[in-house]
């Protein structure tokens, strides 16, 4: 089965639809690349997963071993690069609610974020710049 189906909507834009689900994620191309950015670029769709992903599989890490994150805000930075225009870092600062974790619980959190799918799978000349703030 598909994971996605995709339509070129024109103007730059596209409409991809989960099929699973269902739900749909317009993109746009990004203004710096003729687009009008109303919506995520593909690109941000890319640095955006990695934030998502990170959190998601320290979810599951804090679930196992009981405790939570709840609360966690993730802000992501998408640096891009020239010849060829691509993403060359990739900034994750991840805010926890309370800086009540104990050193076992923040070392679950640090490692399990860096052992997410997405960080696996991103090229390793990509940077990946990854902060964590506790009580923030």
Known sequence: ?????????????????HVRSGNKIIT????????????FSPT?????SLGCCMVTIMGIAARTHGFNIDGTKIDVTKVMGTNPRR?????????????NYSTKERKLIELSAKEC?????????????INFYYGS
């Not at 941000?44 to 955006?48: C, F, P, R, V, Y």
């Open 87 to 99: 993403v060359v870092e990739i900034i994750v600062n991840l805010h926890f609610p309370h800086d």
């Open 44 to 48: 941000d769709l890319l640095a955006t």
């Open 1 to 17: 089965m598909n994971t996605s189906n995709i339509i070129y909507k024109g103007e730059l834009r596209t409409e991809a639809e």
């Open 117 to 129: 799918p997405v960080a696996q799978s991103l090229h390793p000349n990509l940077k990946q710049t």
């Open 28 to 39: 746009d191309a990004p203004v710096d690349n003729q687009g009008k950015g109303e919506f």
